[in-house]
């Protein structure tokens, strides 16, 4: 707990070097926000995935309420 106390103190204490740390972090989740929506953006017009190719096809019937948890025949 005196640890805790500690780490909330210092920022008080030291408010040049707390404020640079925070603005610090801020520039960096920011610059890696811009350059993954760019990376994305590019990316996204070029690979031409159609949501058809994502379709999973199944057969048979997906049988009743009476069969849920039985799946000793599953496999």
Do not use: W
């Not at 925070?22 to 993954?36: D, E, P, R, W």
């Not at 017009?45 to 057969?59: P, V």
């Amino acid at each position: 707990m005196q640890d805790l106390k500690l780490a909330l103190r210092q920022p008080s204490k030291y408010p040049g070097f707390a404020t640079t740390v925070v603005l610090t972090l801020a520039l960096g989740i920011g610059a890696n926000t811009a350059i993954f929506a760019l990376v994305h953006a590019l990316s996204a017009g070029r690979l031409n995935i159609s949501h058809d190719a994502c379709e999973i096809q199944g057969e048979g019937d997906l049988g009743t309420r009476e069969d849920v948890g039985n799946y000793g025949n599953a496999l």
